[in-house]
């Protein structure tokens, strides 16, 4: 069965960074094109950030630019790297499959505010 263990959320000012893991277990991770997603309060879950198998990666606009994903296979772990956050940013992030999805994991809570 398939689980997914996202952690690094936290409390940080405006413009500044955290570094997000999500370890996945009970697949086969390397040859999935894994992505970041977020929910914010009263809004829908999206996808923000993918990298394939291969390391190709693509953002959405609203992220592009000041955020990373990578990925190290060795370790089963996607990463999503955010600088310059904003206030907007604050949000439940998530990881999975962008393929083929499997149960969510539980998230980890990123709240930009002074």
């Known amino acids: 069965q398939v689980r997914l263990v996202e952690s690094g959320g936290g409390l940080v000012q405006p413009g500044g960074s955290l570094r997000l893991s999500c370890e996945a277990s009970?697949?086969?991770?390397?040859?999935?094109?894994m992505g970041w997603y977020r929910q914010a309060p009263g809004k829908q879950r999206e996808l923000i950030a993918a990298?394939?198998?291969?390391?190709?990666?693509n953002y959405a606009d609203s992220v592009k630019g000041r955020f990373t994903i990578s990925r190290d296979n060795a370790k089963n772990t996607v990463y999503l790297q955010m600088n310059s956050l904003e206030p907007e940013d604050t949000a439940v992030y998530y990881c999975?499959?962008?393929?083929?999805?499997?149960?969510w994991g539980q998230g980890t809570q990123v709240t930009v505010s002074s």
């Open positions: 009970g697949t086969i991770f390397s040859n999935k094109r």
């Open positions: 999975n499959d962008v393929s083929w999805p499997s149960r």
């Open positions: 990298i394939t198998s291969g390391g190709t990666t």
